[in-house]
């Protein structure tokens, strides 16, 4: 696993009149600190990839649909660097995934339906001087290939 990378199964509950799954608590061991939460989707097939924050750690987990998240240590001087994780996230695996500072990430939505991300940032998006590093989802300066299995 890359350094500084946590995971943390959910827990559904449900009961006759639906579902709650918590997503991230204040005393989780991966909790850090609150910046907002966001919403966002993906469609089917599409790659939104790559990324990374300088400051920011992101705790991604998906309650809809399926996707495939992947994870690229592009820090110097890291022991894990170079290394790529990859995990199944949605609503038949609810599971959390905390990406640290520096570790670039995204992923492809592999469900037939479109996928509902949620994101609990410990920053607060700065519109005027956003702290996003983009590199293209199909750059060669990342050892990573989003074709699906069956593709």
């Not at 990839?49 to 705790?59: G, V």
Request: charged share 25%; net charge neutral; glycine share 8%.
């Amino acid at each position: 696993m890359i350094k500084g990378v946590k995971t943390k199964r959910l827990r559904v509950i449900p009961d006759e009149r639906g579902r709650l799954m918590e997503i991230l608590r204040c005393d989780d061991d991966v909790f850090l600190k609150f910046g907002q939460v966001y919403m966002t989707t993906t469609y089917p097939d599409v790659v939104k990839a790559w990324h990374m924050h300088k400051k920011q750690t992101d705790h991604i987990a998906c309650v809809s649909g399926l996707i495939k998240v992947a994870l690229y240590d592009g820090r110097d001087g890291s022991p894990t660097f170079g290394e790529i994780n990859q995990f199944y996230i949605g609503e038949h695996n609810p599971l959390l995934v905390q990406v640290p500072p520096g570790v670039y990430h995204g992923w492809m939505c592999v469900s037939r339906n479109e996928a509902v991300v949620i994101n609990v940032p410990t920053e607060l998006y700065d519109y005027q001087k956003p702290d996003e590093y983009r590199i293209g989802a199909h750059s060669d300066e990342i050892p990573y290939d989003w074709k699906r299995k069956d593709g």
